[in-house]
């Protein structure tokens, strides 16, 4: 049986900590979580075929993965992300200029910031199908993919351990460099297309910033957008947190302050989520409290790309003494999604 695009990729549930040994059949196979885009590779009969997670064609963004592709001696179906490396880190906001660009643009963009394919499954060889096959069996035939025909660049191979340390290594010390977190399989576990059956953790590290607006009332508000100043003194748009806990929403809506038509964000039109065009309710507020928060690393221009989980109210904190937007974290490319 063949496979034919598009198909739905096997999912993770996000979870706090690294899971238990037995947590999925088999034990567990951890492996790195790049901070790219998820992608399927078709090639089958002569044509080749990149589509993302929700299925839109990707062949002209990623030109090099394509062609590549379109290059392999054997006809397989793969499951991986594709990443680019800006000077010694994984940036997100690259790949997003492919996405949004003309065909010719982005293959100008190849030759400056090549894009290479994380593989880390795969879902059918020739014209054998896989995803019902225990993941120990589809790894070894993706290890057996790459030594046969070594695969070289643009084509990566995702490490896989089974040891704890190596993964809490891959969450600590890889951050840095664009490692979001660990993906935890089972080995024994068949790829369930559209399913939720993996586990994964992100590193998270906490920060601080300025409470700018609310969502929901300002005396009890549901969700808290965070800011900071840049260098040039204008107050950007750094997050948006979870819905608050019921504790921290009464603590927040006791000091809140409704801003008037003067606040920075007064006439803003901000994004209800990450690349949709949807516009988000919300209120401004005198920006005179600090927030601390805990987020992931997936930082794009200064601006968390993944909702923040808002922790606590900082009295001991100024604003003024709230880090710039963007220190410490990626300048990815783009602007914050906000605009006037």
Do not use: C
Not at 66 to 78: G, M, Y
Not at 82 to 110: D, K, S
Not at 144 to 167: G, Y
Not at 256 to 267: F, I, N, R, V, Y
């Amino acid at each position: 049986m063949v496979l034919t695009p598009p198909i739905e990729p096997m999912l993770a549930t996000a979870t706090d900590a690294l899971p238990a040994p037995g947590a999925l059949p088999g034990g567990l196979a951890l492996e790195p979580k790049y901070d790219g885009f998820r992608l399927i590779v078709f090639r089958s009969g002569g044509r080749t075929q990149l589509l993302s997670r929700v299925g839109k064609r990707l062949d002209d963004a990623f030109p090099e993965i394509a062609e590549a592709a379109a290059a392999l001696p054997e006809d397989v179906v793969l499951d991986g992300e594709v990443v680019i490396m800006v000077n010694g880190r994984l940036q997100f906001g690259a790949l997003q200029q492919r996405v949004n660009r003309a065909a010719h643009t982005a293959r100008r963009l190849a030759h400056v910031q090549p894009a290479h394919y994380v593989a880390f499954d795969l879902l059918q060889r020739g014209t054998t199908e896989l995803v019902h096959e225990p993941y120990r069996v589809r790894r070894a035939a993706l290890e057996d993919l790459f030594t046969r025909h070594d695969l070289t660049a643009p084509w990566t191979l995702a490490p896989v351990t089974a040891d704890r340390e190596q993964a809490q290594q891959w969450l600590t010390l890889w951050s840095p460099v664009g490692v979001e977190g660990v993906v935890a399989k089972g080995w024994d576990q068949p790829y369930r297309p559209g399913r939720r059956g993996w586990l994964k953790v992100r590193h998270r590290e906490t920060g601080e910033a300025i409470v700018a607006a609310v969502t929901g009332p300002v005396a009890a508000p549901d969700t808290v957008l965070l800011g900071r100043y840049d260098e040039g003194g204008t107050l950007r748009l750094a997050a948006r947190s979870t819905s608050l806990t019921p504790a921290l929403r009464e603590d927040v809506g006791h000091v809140l302050t409704a801003a008037g038509s003067g606040h920075p964000w007064a006439d803003a039109h901000i994004a209800a989520a990450w690349g949709r065009r949807e516009e988000l309710e919300f209120t401004p507020v005198e920006p005179d409290h600090v927030m601390e928060f805990l987020g992931d690393v997936a930082v794009d221009a200064g601006r968390w790309r993944h909702a923040v989980r808002a922790l606590r109210l900082r009295a001991d904190i100024e604003p003024d003494d709230v880090p710039r937007f963007g220190d410490g974290h990626s300048a990815g490319a783009g602007p914050a999604r906000m605009r006037r």
